[in-house]
């Protein structure tokens, strides 16, 4: 896959739960991306009909279009609640349906909710998914605490915070296509200097 221009940055959210803490974070990591210069999509897994996965039923329900969201993106967000220490079973399963054909040599962001204060160990899960599916995750991950405290119906209370997702949407876009970024950095290394 070669970046497009625009870079096409897409958000998996993995909450299914109508007033989502994690939608509304999503959003404001896409506002950012779009403002960015990104083409935009949330992705949201609620309007997508995915039984859980078989692996002898690989086209089950709406896995082609998930699929062929995914696979056309320059960089994807994956966004979850913290459930019990990990990222949700929509999230879980959406991701078995997916693979390295979707995700190999692709820009990932990570971003984690949780009602308590210490969200980091679905993060932690996601980047090691990420990492055997072969994806470039952003060093950058974001961790939002006391959820119900900081994300209000509409967007971000915390400015910390919300400074923080803006820059995950940012770095997705600065990052997307980084498949290219070898032969970017020989270019680069080949041109002409003023010093020349």
């Known amino acids: 896959m070669h970046r497009r221009d625009p870079p096409r940055v897409v ?12 939608r509304v974070a999503l959003g ?9 210069g990104a083409d935009t999509e949330l992705l949201d897994l609620r309007e997508y009909d995915l039984p859980v996965f078989d692996p002898d039923e690989r ?4 896995a082609p279009a998930l699929l062929a969201a995914v696979d056309a993106a320059d960089a994807v967000l994956l966004g979850t609640p913290n459930y019990h220490g990990s990222y949700s079973a929509p999230l879980k399963n959406a991701l078995d349906y997916l693979g390295r054909d979707e995700f190999e040599e ?8 949780a009602g308590g204060d210490f969200p980091r160990s679905a993060l932690m899960h996601l980047r090691t998914v990420s990492r055997t599916l072969n994806a470039w995750t952003l060093p950058l991950e974001v961790g939002i605490p006391a959820a119900y405290d900081t994300v209000g119906d509409d967007g971000i209370e915390d400015p910390d915070v919300e ?3 803006r820059k995950l949407g940012r770095q997705l876009v600065e990052y997307a296509g980084v498949e290219r970024y070898p032969e970017r950095a020989v270019a680069q290394e080949c041109a002409p200097t003023d010093d020349d």
């Open 59 to 62: 086209e089950a329900g709406d």
């Open 28 to 36: 404001v990591a896409l506002d950012a991306a779009d403002d960015a």
């Open 163 to 165: 400074a923080r997702v």
């Open 11 to 22: 958000a998996v959210c993995g909450s299914l739960r109508d007033a989502s803490k994690t």
């Open 106 to 113: 692709t820009t990932v962001g990570l971003l984690e909710v």
